[in-house]
C-alpha cells in the first residue's frame, strides 16, 4: 500500500448518468434523507486501487455523525470519520486487502448500510485484463509492478523573468524573488508549485499544483488557490512500448497560475502506449490519486497535440465522464481509423515506388499520384510512415523488447509480436496461428476512383493500380490477393472504441485547434471527420467548436491555454445548470456565446474566416478519392456488384477482365455502413472478478452502491 497524503472526494455534477460511470453520485450530508448510504468518492467502489479511498456517508436528518459505527472487514474505524468543513461526513479508509472489503455503517437505532468495495494493486490492472508482457521497470522499482514511492520536486516562478526556479522550502528565496499567481478564482498566492511524480499501473504520473508550503491541505479543505479543476496532459505519436515511460510535461505556468491541478501519465502519452484501454485505466487510476491527494474534482479537461488529441477523442467516447472538456489540437480522432490511412499509404508507396509492378505503359506522374491519394502533397505517405513507426509489423524493432524476443517468422515464430493489435491482445483476441485479430481489410477499395470519374486518373492507370497493388499478409509482406479483416477483430474494434465512432462524444465539450496541414501527416480533415461523425450520429456539432488559425499544425500560439479556458467557462455555467434536460443539451445551450468558431492570424488576432478557408485547407485520404465517406470510419466496406455502368468511361476486355480479378466480391458500396460498422459499448472490462481475460470485454455495469437494512 502506498502512502498517501490525505484524499477529496470527486463531484463531478456534469450528469448524473455520466458520473455514475465512474463514481457513484454524491449524497451530502445535509440532503433530506431517511436511509443511510455509503459512497465511495475517489473511485467506483469496484475500481479501488493503492488499498485505500476516500469515503462518504449520509445519514438521515434526525441522526447525529456521533451516532455512527463504522467498520471494515469487522474492525471498528469510526475514528476515521467526522463531520468534516465541507458538511460531509467522510473519512479515508486504510489498509484495504486485495480484492473484496466489507464496509458497514450502522447507528445507534439499528439503520445502517453495507457496501463491498474491491481494491486492485496500484500495480494494476484494474479493468485492462492481463498485462503485457515483457515489461521493463525503471531503475529504482521495488517490484515488479514498477511500484516505486513518490518523490516531491518544488520550483517557483521568478519575478520579473517568469522562469521557473528551483524552490528549497528549508531555505526559500526572498518573498520578492517570488512572482504572484491570481488564479480563475481571483486568489492570490506566492507563484510556488509543487510537482508530484511516482508510478501507478507500472508507469509513471506526474501531478504538479500551485502550492503553500508549510501549510494545510486536507481532501475537505484544500489550499486556497486550487480551483477545484483538473487539466490533463499529454503526449504525441502511437506507438506500442513495453516498458515505462516519461510522463507527459505539467508545467504549463499559465494554466498553473490559474489555480488548476495539472496530470499526466506516460500510458496516456500515445507515443508510448496506444492502447485505448490501458490509457483509460490509467487515466482512471491516476484520477483517484488526484482527488486522494488534492481534493475535489469539478471537472476535467484535455490538453494536447496530434497523439494528444488521439487519446483525448476516443477515451473521451469510449469512458464518458472521465474528460468533461476536451481541447484536441492537430487532430486524430483516434488510433484505428488514422490506421487505415498509414496502411493504405503503406502498400502504395510499395506500388508506385516499383515500377517492376506496373504494367508496361503505364507510367505515374506526381499529378496523377495525387489523385489516389487525394492530397497535393506525394510525400505525404512518405513522411507518415518514416515518423511514426509501423505498428502492422510484427517483427519490427520493438520498444524496449530485446531483439532476441522479437518475433521472426522464421527463428522466433513465439516471440513478441510488435503490432497494434497483438498489444491490444485483449480487445481482439487471438487467431488459430498466434496473431491477434486484425481489424483491417482493403477488399472492394477502388483506389482512384474519384481521379478517373473526373478524368485526371487515365482507364490504364486506375486498372493498373487495382490489378497489381494486393494486400498485406499478417508479417506486414505484400500478398497478390486484398486484405480482409477478421471479423472478430472488426467488431472489436467498433466495441472497444478503438474506432471512435463518436457515439458518447456529445456529452463532451469540445474546441478542436487547427492550422493549415504543413504535409507531416497532421491532415485537416480529421477535423472535420470528426464533426461529420456527430452530425451522423446526432444531427447536430454544437459542442464542437473550431478555433483556426495562419500557424502550421497548431493554428495559433496561443491557442492550447485559451482553449483551456474557454472550456474552463463553458464548463463552468454547465455545472450549475441544475435542470432535468440531458447533458447533450446542457453542453449545447451552456455554452457561451463567446466559445464560437473563430479564425486568427497565429498570434491571437481573429480575423474573417474566409481567410482560414484559403490557409487550412482539408485534403483526404486513398479512402476517400475511393469514394469513401468524409466521416473515414469504415474499416470494411459493404460490397456492392461490380458493373460498367457505374463508371463513366470505357474499358477493354482485358481491362474489364482485369478488375473482375481484382474484385471478385464486388467494390465498396460507401452508401451503406460498414461491415459490423456500431458504436463504444462504455466502460467495459476485459477481466473477470479472478483477473482471468475476458476477450472482447463486457460492460461494467452501473457502480457498485450500498444497501440499506434496519
Known amino acids: 500500500m502506498r502512502n498517501r497524503p490525505p484524499r477529496r472526494p470527486i463531484a463531478i455534477a456534469l450528469s448524473l448518468m455520466i458520473v455514475a460511470a465512474i463514481v457513484p453520485v454524491v449524497t451530502f450530508a445535509g440532503a433530506p434523507s431517511d436511509t443511510v448510504s455509503i459512497t465511495t468518492l475517489s473511485n467506483r467502489a469496484d475500481l479501488v486501487s493503492g488499498g485505500d479511498v476516500l469515503t462518504q456517508i449520509a445519514i438521515p ?21 467526522a463531520l468534516r468543513p465541507n458538511r460531509k461526513i467522510e473519512g479515508l479508509l486504510t489498509g484495504l486487502r486485495l480484492g473484496a472489503n466489507a464496509v458497514a455503517a450502522q447507528l445507534r437505532d439499528g439503520r445502517g448500510a453495507r457496501i463491498t468495495i ?5 500495480g494494476g490492472p484494474i479493468f ?16 515488479k509492478q514498477c511500484d516505486q514511492p513518490a518523490t516531491f520536486a518544488y520550483t517557483y516562478e521568478q519575478a520579473g523573468t517568469g522562469q521557473l526556479q528551483s524552490y528549497d522550502p528549508k531555505n526559500p528565496p526572498p518573498a520578492a524573488a517570488i512572482a504572484s499567481a491570481t488564479t480563475t478564482e481571483g486568489v492570490s498566492v506566492p507563484f510556488i508549485v509543487r510537482t508530484e511524480t511516482g508510478y501507478i499501473d507500472r508507469d509513471q504520473y506526474s501531478v504538479a499544483t500551485l502550492w503553500q508550503p508549510g501549510k494545510p491541505w486536507q481532501p475537505w479543505a484544500p489550499q486556497k488557490q486550487y480551483n477545484g479543476r483538473l487539466v490533463i496532459t499529454h503526449g504525441a505519436s502511437c506507438d506500442t512500448t513495453y516498458g515505462v515511460g516519461t510522463a507527459p510535461s505539467v508545467t504549463d505556468t499559465t494554466l498553473l497560475g490559474g489555480g488548476f491541478i495539472l496530470m499526466s501519465t506516460a500510458l496516456d502519452n500515445a507515443g508510448h502506449n496506444c492502447n485505448i484501454v490501458t490509457q483509460a485505466e490509467s487515466l482512471v487510476m491516476a484520477k483517484e490519486l488526484v482527488i486522494d491527494h488534492y481534493g475535489e474534482i469539478k471537472w476535467t479537461i484535455g490538453s494536447g497535440c ?17 474528460y468533461q472538456g476536451i481541447t484536441p489540437q492537430c487532430s486524430f480522432t483516434d488510433a484505428w481509423s488514422s490506421a487505415m490511412e498509414y496502411v493504405d499509404y503503406s502498400i502504395l508507396l510499395k506500388y508506385f515506388e516499383d515500377p517492376s509492378r506496373w504494367s508496361p505503359g503505364t507510367v505515374w506522374t506526381p499529378t496523377a499520384i495525387q489523385q489516389v491519394l487525394d492530397h ?20 519490427r524493432s520493438c520498444p524496449d523488447v530485446p531483439a532476441a524476443k522479437t518475433y521472426d517468422p522464421k527463428k522466433n515464430p513465439n516471440g513478441v509480436k510488435c503490432t497494434l493489435q497483438d498489444y491490444m491482445v485483449n480487445v481482439f483476441g487471438k487467431r488459430r496461428d498466434g496473431f491477434a485479430n486484425r481489424p483491417f481489410g482493403n477488399d472492394g477499395i477502388q483506389y482512384g476512383l474519384q481521379g478517373l470519374l473526373n478524368g485526371e486518373l487515365s482507364v490504364t492507370q ?80 454544437a459542442n464542437q467548436v473550431l478555433w483556426r488559425g495562419q500557424v502550421p499544425l497548431l493554428g495559433d500560439a496561443n491557442f492550447a491555454d485559451q482553449a ?13 445548470d441544475h435542470r432535468n434536460v440531458p447533458l447533450a443539451q446542457k453542453i449545447v445551450q451552456d455554452k457561451p456565446g463567446d466559445v464560437t468558431d473563430r479564425c486568427t492570424d497565429g498570434a491571437g488576432l481573429d480575423i474573417p474566416s474566409w481567410e482560414c478557408d484559403a490557409v487550412v485547407a482539408s485534403y483526404g485520404t486513398p479512402r476517400m ?77 452501473p457502480p457498485p452502491t450500498s444497501t440499506f437494512f434496519g
Open 61 to 81: 436528518s434526525d441522526a447525529a455523525a456521533s451516532d455512527l459505527r463504522v467498520t471494515l472487514n469487522g474492525t471498528d474505524v469510526t475514528r476515521e470519520f
Open 118 to 122: 474491491t481494491n486492485h494493486p496500484i
Open 128 to 143: 485492462s485484463g492481463p498485462q503485457i508482457q515483457p515489461w521493463l521497470c525503471q531503475k529504482g522499482a521495488i517490484d
Open 306 to 322: 496530434s497523439g494528444g488529441s488521439l487519446v483525448q477523442q476516443q477515451v473521451a467516447n469510449a469512458y464518458p465522464g472521465l
Open 376 to 395: 497535393p502533397n506525394i510525400g505525404n505517405p512518405i513522411t507518415f510512415t518514416t515518423v511514426i513507426p509501423n505498428s502492422g509489423n510484427p517483427s
Open 462 to 541: 486506375f486498372v493498373d493500380l487495382n490489378s497489381h497493388i494486393g494486400g498485406l499478409d499478417y508479417n506486414d509482406n505484400v500478398q497478390a490477393a486484398r486484405s480482409k479483416p477478421d471479423l472478430i477483430g472488426l467488431n472489436r474494434v467498433y466495441t472497444s472504441g478503438g474506432v471512435d465512432s463518436a457515439n458518447n462524444l456529445n456529452q463532451v465539450a469540445i474546441i478542436d485547434l487547427r492550422g493549415p496541414d504543413e504535409g507531416s501527416f497532421h491532415d485537416v480533415y480529421r477535423t472535420y471527420a470528426l464533426r461529420e461523425r456527430l452530425l451522423r450520429n446526432f444531427g447536430t456539432a
Open 564 to 576: 483551456v479556458f474557454a472550456i474552463d467557462r463553458w464548463l463552468a455555467r454547465v455545472h450549475v
Open 625 to 701: 478519392s475511393a469514394g469513401g465517406p468524409l466521416a473515414d470510419d469504415i474499416l470494411e466496406c459493404r460490397l456492392k456488384p461490380l458493373r460498367k455502368d457505374d463508371y463513366s468511361v470505357s474499358f477493354t476486355a482485358a481491362q474489364w477482365s482485369a478488375l473482375q480479378k481484382a474484385f471478385p466480391q464486388g467494390v465498396c458500396d460507401y452508401t451503406k455502413r460498414g461491415v459490423l460498422q456500431h458504436g463504444a459499448t462504455a466502460w467495459l472490462t476485459y477481466q473477470d472478478g479472478s483477473g482471468h481475460v475476458i476477450y472482447g470485454g463486457r460492460s461494467m455495469g
